[in-house]
């Protein structure tokens, strides 16, 4: 089945291939409504009107055109049943060829400025501690070395192949090297491995409908079994979706990535944009979202806020350089409208500019900054 041939038939059929539909269903009964997706996927919502069961909704995802280059989807597979047990992504219900079929959940992905938001910035990041503390995935150990470097270091050089040794000013083969330039100060840190979804962005972040967290986390109860359980109910407003990328990784990875992700806006006229000077996070939300991270608020002991902070600074550059290498891989392989030259242009400057900064210069200019937005 191809995206343009989605007629209600044609998912009535596939969705009676699947055994998720009886044979013979009126293919009047299946109603398919397009859902706004994140930049590879075609997301649809399929509405079944039933005479002995009611109304009932799926999510059904066609895969993007390329996508295969740099997803593995047995290892997605495995990975989101773990997830899905744990409450922190929707149930996967069928997979085919193309996509797959998956509980739809009755929620909105986060605005950009939600993303951003104290209150719900902190949910995520709890969140994101929660799916990190997954420690077994069925078929899928956990390495001793993540293969973070290594992906890096092949998508560049396949990059090489695909672009040609400089390609829109840059010089794709030194982007290989680059990997040998960032490893001994990624590993320095010494961050842990565990399951990260290693694609956290406000597009693969949902509220769940009639959830008002950043309203009720101003509402606090003084009954500490009140709160706990509260905080329970808010986190769980919180869920993930788009595991493609998802795979055991370096912890500081994925929370660099939050990072960097606060300066995109995916739902905007020009989404391949970043505004890394007026919205990635500054000193004093850094460590915001470390303390929610740790779980101990304004009560999380200084010196574990301080190396987490740097944790993810760091791992920050690993960010930007695989993505700046997976934009090059897009520009040649994707079909979406999307200006990844442009993107890429914009990942990589971050990361050369991280690269040549040392650790007081970045500290003084983010004093500065903070200074000027007071």
């Given at each position: 089945m191809t995206t343009a041939a989605l007629s209600p038939a044609a998912v009535a059929t596939l969705l009676q291939e699947l055994g998720l539909l009886e044979a013979g269903t009126d293919a009047a009964a299946v109603a398919v409504t397009p859902i706004s997706g994140g930049n590879t996927n075609r997301i649809y919502r399929v509405t079944c009107e039933l005479t002995e069961c009611g109304q009932w909704d799926l999510l059904l995802r066609f895969f993007g055109q390329g996508s295969e280059a740099f997803i593995d989807r047995v290892q997605e597979e495995r990975i989101f049943h773990a997830v899905a047990a744990e409450g922190l ?286």
């Amino acid at each position: 089945m191809t995206t343009a041939a989605l007629s209600p038939a044609a998912v009535a059929t596939l969705l009676q291939e699947l055994g998720l539909l009886e044979a013979g269903t009126d293919a009047a009964a299946v109603a398919v409504t397009p859902i706004s997706g994140g930049n590879t996927n075609r997301i649809y919502r399929v509405t079944c009107e039933l005479t002995e069961c009611g109304q009932w909704d799926l999510l059904l995802r066609f895969f993007g055109q390329g996508s295969e280059a740099f997803i593995d989807r047995v290892q997605e597979e495995r990975i989101f049943h773990a997830v899905a047990a744990e409450g922190l992504c929707p149930k996967l219900l069928a997979s085919f060829l193309q996509g797959r079929v998956e509980e739809f959940v009755p929620a909105q992905p986060l605005t950009a400025s939600q993303f951003r938001s104290p209150a719900l910035s902190a949910l995520v990041a709890r969140r994101l501690h929660t799916l990190h503390s997954i420690s077994f995935i069925e078929g899928l150990p956990k390495p001793s070395v993540p293969p973070l470097l290594a992906q890096i270091r092949g998508w560049a050089t396949r990059a090489v192949a695909l672009c040609g040794p400089r390609y829109e000013g840059w010089d794709v083969v030194g982007l290989v090297t680059e990997v040998d330039r960032l490893e001994p100060r990624l590993l320095a840190v010494n961050s842990p491995i565990c399951l990260c979804h290693n694609d956290v962005n406000h597009l693969n972040v949902l509220l769940r409908v009639g959830k008002n967290a950043a309203d009720k986390n101003e509402e606090k109860s003084n009954n500490g079994a009140e709160d706990e359980e509260k905080e329970d109910k808010e986190e769980s407003s919180i869920v993930f979706v788009d595991l493609e990328y998802a795979g055991w990784n370096y912890r500081g990875f994925d929370l660099g990535n939050l990072l960097c992700e606060w300066a995109s806006d995916f739902r905007s006229p020009h989404p391949h944009l970043l505004d890394f000077t007026h919205h990635y996070p500054t000193k004093q939300q850094q460590e915001h979202l470390a303390r929610a991270y740790l779980g101990g608020g304004e009560d999380a002991r200084e010196e574990e806020v301080e190396r987490l902070v740097f944790e993810m600074k760091e791992y920050a550059l690993a960010s930007h350089l695989l993505w700046g290498v997976w934009g090059l891989l897009q520009s040649k392989l994707s079909t979406i409208d999307f200006d990844f030259v442009e993107y890429t242009r914009q990942r990589l400057t971050e990361y050369f500019k991280g690269m040549g900064r040392r650790r007081g210069e970045e500290e003084e200019e983010e004093e500065k900054k903070e200074d000027g937005e007071k």
